[in-house]
């Protein structure tokens, strides 16, 4: 790779670029993750990361991650570049067969090999929403964030996820963008924003995936490509969503089916892929409502739940002449969360296994954030105490 030496060797200001930002990144991890406030000590490096800490001097490397599709860099070299290098001895890679995760659960890609290089900046992680997280205490603020008190709810509930979606999205390459949308009310419920931004978005990249601010990424070490190929989203494929739990009311109204009877796909998570087939299916959901081409649709302007149910009720039928333009994710993998079966009539025993979509627990969304980071850092650790172990270990 073009950061490193010759024969993969580092030069000492490269070990100082790198190894600065780390011991950073692991102090901030350790003081914002702590029970207890912030000290003084820890405000300098802290404002360092927060005003984008270089090293020594700046970076021009593009070679680390792939050029992109058309999105620009999100940042220097710093911080993303920092999370990128720091990751590298744990990022599952993109052609694994498998994975297994800290309980020893193995998820395969059943053979498939369709994304056999990393998609770097051709790839997009969104987060859109018609608020932003600029309050007291958010992650917007200019003022530094308490994480011990931020509440996961309202607009701070974006800036939980940010911090989930933003991070991830820069270990693996990825570019990322906060998309501050306006309100469509009182017309259309505000969610159906989401159509006419990614059909705008989709154009620059190879690739867009749309993450809900209520929906966490699980496992930070695992690719989007690996994802890719284990849902089988091929070449061809212009859309995918998850499956939605089944939700069945006290009456035996079972608001999780369309008027065919099949399972509706969930919004939270929404991947894009830049064809042409994909421009036209996102124009007819943009439209939908306007009932020139589905006659009904205009119900679903504010009636729940709105521009999923849409999707569902119309777009799946007509755009699908392949069966794999629209990939429908599995439940289990990118939908639900362990303990939401049985609330509120939840049908469905979805772990969210990739990505979690805390639909009814909202405020839990924080802790899967701490939860998911401090899992990799200890499997850093770990990687680190594997390698180094006889300079750190003394036995009496």
């Keep these: 790779m073009a950061a490193f030496g010759p024969a993969g060797s580092l030069s000492t200001q490269r070990i100082l670029i790198i190894a600065v930002p780390t011991l950073l990144l692991l102090i901030f991890v350790i003081s914002a993750f702590h029970t207890g406030s912030v000290t003084a000590p820890l405000t300098a490096p802290i404002e360092a990361i927060k005003n984008g800490y270089h090293g020594i001097g700046e970076s021009t490397d593009t070679g680390r991650r792939p050029a992109g599709f058309g999105g620009p860099e999100s940042l220097s070299y710093?911080?993303?570049?920092?999370?990128?290098?720091?990751?590298?001895?744990?990022?599952?890679?993109?052609?694994?067969?498998?994975?297994?995760?800290?309980?020893?659960?193995?998820?395969?890609?059943?053979?498939?090999?369709?994304?056999?290089?990393?998609?770097?900046?051709?790839v997009l992680v969104i987060d859109l929403d018609t608020r932003k997280p600029d309050g007291k205490n958010e992650v917007f603020n200019k003022d530094k964030m308490d994480w011990e008190t931020v509440k996961a709810s309202g607009s701070g509930l974006l800036g939980v996820s940010h911090v989930n979606h933003f991070i991830y999205s820069q270990i693996h390459g990825y570019d990322y963008k906060f998309f501050h949308a306006k309100s469509m009310e009182p017309s259309h419920h505000n969610t159906w924003i989401k159509p006419h931004v990614l059909q705008q978005m989709i154009r620059d990249y190879k690739f867009v995936v749309f993450i809900d601010a209520d929906a966490i990424i699980q496992h930070l070490e695992v690719p989007l490509e690996f994802l890719f190929n284990r849902w089988n989203i091929s070449t061809n494929t212009s859309i995918a969503m998850p499956i939605d739990t089944q939700q069945i009311f006290e009456d035996g109204n079972n608001i999780s089916l369309d008027s065919k009877g099949?399972?509706?796909?969930?919004?939270?998570?929404?991947?894009?892929q830049n064809l042409p087939y994909t421009h036209e299916m996102m124009t007819a959901w943009t439209e939908c409502t306007?009932?020139?081409?589905?006659?009904?649709?205009?119900?679903?302007?504010?009636?729940?739940?709105?521009?999923q149910r849409a999707f569902s009720e119309y777009i799946r039928y007509d755009f699908n002449p392949d069966g794999n333009n629209i990939v429908e994710i599995p439940c289990n993998d990118a939908n639900g969360y362990p303990g939401l079966?049985?609330?509120?009539?939840?049908?469905?025993?979805?772990?969210?296994?990739?990505?979690?979509?805390?639909?009814?627990?909202?405020?839990a969304a924080k802790t899967s954030v701490g939860n998911a980071v401090m899992q990799s850092m200890g499997d850093l650790l770990q990687a680190n105490w594997a390698k180094n172990h006889g300079n750190l270990l003394i036995e009496e």
Excluded at 290 to 307: L, P, V
Excluded at 341 to 363: I, P, S
């Design 262 to 272: 099949k399972i509706v796909l969930n919004s939270g998570v929404v991947i894009l």
């Design 78 to 122: 710093g911080f993303s570049d920092m999370l990128y290098e720091l990751y590298k001895p744990i990022k599952v890679p993109v052609t694994a067969k498998s994975y297994k995760d800290q309980r020893g659960k193995e998820f395969d890609v059943g053979g498939r090999e369709i994304w056999k290089e990393p998609l770097g900046k051709d």
């Design 290 to 307: 306007t009932e020139k081409r589905y006659k009904g649709c205009g119900d679903w302007k504010q009636k729940w739940s709105h521009e």
């Design 341 to 363: 079966k049985g609330k509120a009539g939840v049908q469905d025993d979805c772990q969210g296994e990739f990505m979690r979509h805390y639909t009814l627990d909202k405020n």
